[in-house]
């Protein structure tokens, strides 16, 4: 998977039709971003790259339950490639 600005916007659409808000905020995130559970707001470091973007908004889909009844084709399709490519890395710890 490429890591450009038109991954993150499908990513920022997966998690938005998942009913969360992000947001890109300047503040010292011991891991690059916070979530606000009850609120469904995660909250991503300003000053990252795409790349880094990216990363953050993939750990915080692999920590949250999703309900894939309400994705659209688009971000299925999304959301199956990011648990294909996660699986291997899991495999081999």
């Known amino acids: 998977m490429r890591y450009t600005k038109g991954t993150l916007k499908k990513v920022e659409t997966l998690l938005k ?11 010292s995130f011991v891991s690059g971003y916070a979530i606000v559970e009850h609120r469904k ?15 953050a908004l993939f750990e915080i889909l692999s920590s ?4 894939e009844s309400g994705l659209s084709e688009e971000s299925l399709d999304m959301f199956y490639l990011l648990k294909v ?6 495999d081999e710890t």
């Open 41 to 55: 707001i995660a909250v991503i470091n300003r000053f990252f790259d795409a790349e880094a973007r990216i990363n």
């Open 64 to 67: 949250i339950e999703v309900d």
């Open 85 to 90: 490519a996660k699986k291997p890395m899991e």
């Open 17 to 27: 039709e998942l009913g969360y808000t992000i947001r890109y905020e300047k503040g």
